[in-house]
């Protein structure tokens, strides 16, 4: 285990390979763009299935990648073999283990996200055709927000009793998440989209794919925009929840935002494979919220009840486990639909 001011992949060393993960995240988005999604179209069941098929494949690359990275780089590093009883093969099997854990804990996470993706498409009346283009502006959103709020964890989590900050913090909002009633946002009660509306006209009819049109000479913002904005602002209330839930599993800012990003960059293509079946998987609530209540306890309580760090592949397995049982129990038990006039 590293001392408490120690980490395996600090900034100021390991800034070039972070640098290259950027720029190959850029790479894959401007493609994603203006390659493989240029003309406006509406995704296809087959097409989101490629395409979770894809990314999912990819963060498991990167997994593999990250895992032989760190056993070649780490023996290489004077100050972690300075470090008394490191074990550099140990430690890349450990890195590798937080990567999968932290992916699947924001992977799971964002089914919220694709419950808000799907009754604002619905609430603004989005055709289908330009759902990913609002969707890629909101995940590019997404990963900025998450950079901020990574940057700022991994300042905080120095301090040791921001620890039991974040653990009480996800355990209170695993209960709520449990118990609260559910109900849909209201876009028109967001204070952002009102403070928005106050400033710039907004059309009530779509022109084409654009996020802005000048009508008599005057700048107006369009519904597309609107959708953007609400993503936009709906996510920073999900990184509150879903940032320190990584934190739990590790301590390194790297794993953090490398495991969210690939988690982020595959959200659009769930969208679509999943949309008209969110209803289904009505346990999963039930499933995140023990998800969080478990990666709270694991930060105030369970890694201190076993020398300092809770083993990381029973954290996947209980959390695969509870994501399994949700997903097996929705499909085998389906909710009763409700008369209509009930």
């Not at 120690?6 to 800034?15: N, Q, R, T």
């Not at 593999?64 to 023996?75: D, N, T």
């Not at 006209?201 to 794919?209: M, R, Y």
């Not at 009508?215 to 913002?221: Q, R, S, T």
């Given at each position: ?52 098929v894809f990314w999912v494949s990819l963060a498991i690359a990167f997994n ?135 400033y710039m006209p907004v059309t009530s009819e779509f022109h084409g794919q ?133």
């Amino acid at each position: 285990m590293l001392p408490a001011n120690e980490f395996l992949f600090p900034i100021a060393e390991y800034w070039p390979f972070l640098t290259g993960f950027i720029l190959f995240v850029v790479v894959l988005l401007v493609l994603d763009l203006t390659v493989f999604h240029r003309k406006a179209h509406a995704v296809s069941m087959r097409e989101a299935g490629l395409w979770v098929v894809f990314w999912v494949s990819l963060a498991i690359a990167f997994n593999i990648g990250l895992y032989f990275y760190a056993q070649s780089s780490f023996p290489q590093n004077e100050r972690l073999m300075a470090i008394p009883g490191f074990d550099p093969d140990k430690a890349a099997k450990q890195v590798a283990l937080e990567f999968l854990t932290g992916y699947i804990i924001e992977e799971s996470l964002s089914v919220d996200n694709i419950f808000v993706f799907v009754v604002v498409m619905g609430y603004f009346a989005i055709p289908a055709q330009y759902q990913h283009r609002v969707l890629f502006l909101g995940i590019l959103g997404a990963i900025i927000f998450r950079g901020i709020f990574i940057s700022l964890g991994a300042l905080l989590i120095q301090f040791h009793w921001i620890i039991y900050v974040f653990g009480a913090f996800l355990i209170i909002t695993g209960i709520r998440m449990a118990f609260a009633e559910e109900h849909a946002p209201d876009p028109d009660k967001n204070p952002l989209i009102r403070l928005f509306r106050r400033y710039m006209p907004v059309t009530s009819e779509f022109h084409g794919q654009k996020f802005f049109v000048r009508l008599g000479g005057v700048l107006h913002a369009t519904p597309l925009f609107i959708a953007v904005l609400f993503l936009e602002a709906t996510d920073v209330v999900f990184a509150v929840d879903s940032v320190p839930a990584i934190f739990a599993v590790t301590r390194e800012p790297m794993i953090v935002f490398t495991s969210n990003i690939f988690a982020i960059l595959g959200l659009r293509a769930l969208y679509f494979l999943l949309a008209g079946a969110m209803e289904k998987f009505y346990l999963l609530k039930y499933g995140l919220a023990l998800i969080l209540i478990f990666v709270g306890l694991k930060m105030t309580w369970l890694d201190y009840a076993f020398d300092g760090h809770f083993p990381i592949g029973w954290s996947l397995g209980i959390i695969g486990a509870i994501l399994g049982v949700a997903v097996v129990g929705s499909l085998l038990f389906p909710r009763q639909k409700q008369p209509k006039g009930e």
